[in-house]
């Protein structure tokens, strides 16, 4: 697993309810069968308040929007 500050976290834009969102990243989880997740922070029903959600990584529905420091590499 490996996870960012929040001062310095990669980006990436989500395909949620119909919609691509900015969504902040908490960890990326790399699973032993080779698959991933990505653990992000998301507005989903409010503009004030973000809830944490991890989605399994898909490119057609994932894209980098900020790499971070240390860079994403998904």
């Known amino acids: ?3 960012w500050p929040r001062t310095s976290r990669p980006a990436l834009r989500i ?5 691509w969102r900015r969504c ?3 960890a ?4 032993a069968d080779g698959r991933r ?3 992000v922070d998301v507005h989903l029903d409010s503009a004030t308040s973000y809830q944490a959600r ?4 898909d490119p057609d529905a994932i894209r ?3 790499a971070g420091e240390p860079p994403f590499e998904p």
């Open 28 to 31: 990326l989880h790399q699973y």
């Open 15 to 19: 395909y949620i309810r119909g919609q």
């Open 1 to 3: 697993m490996q996870t």
């Open 24 to 26: 902040p990243v908490i």
């Open 64 to 66: 980098i929007a900020a």
């Open 37 to 39: 997740a990505v653990q």
């Open 54 to 57: 991890t989605y399994r990584w």
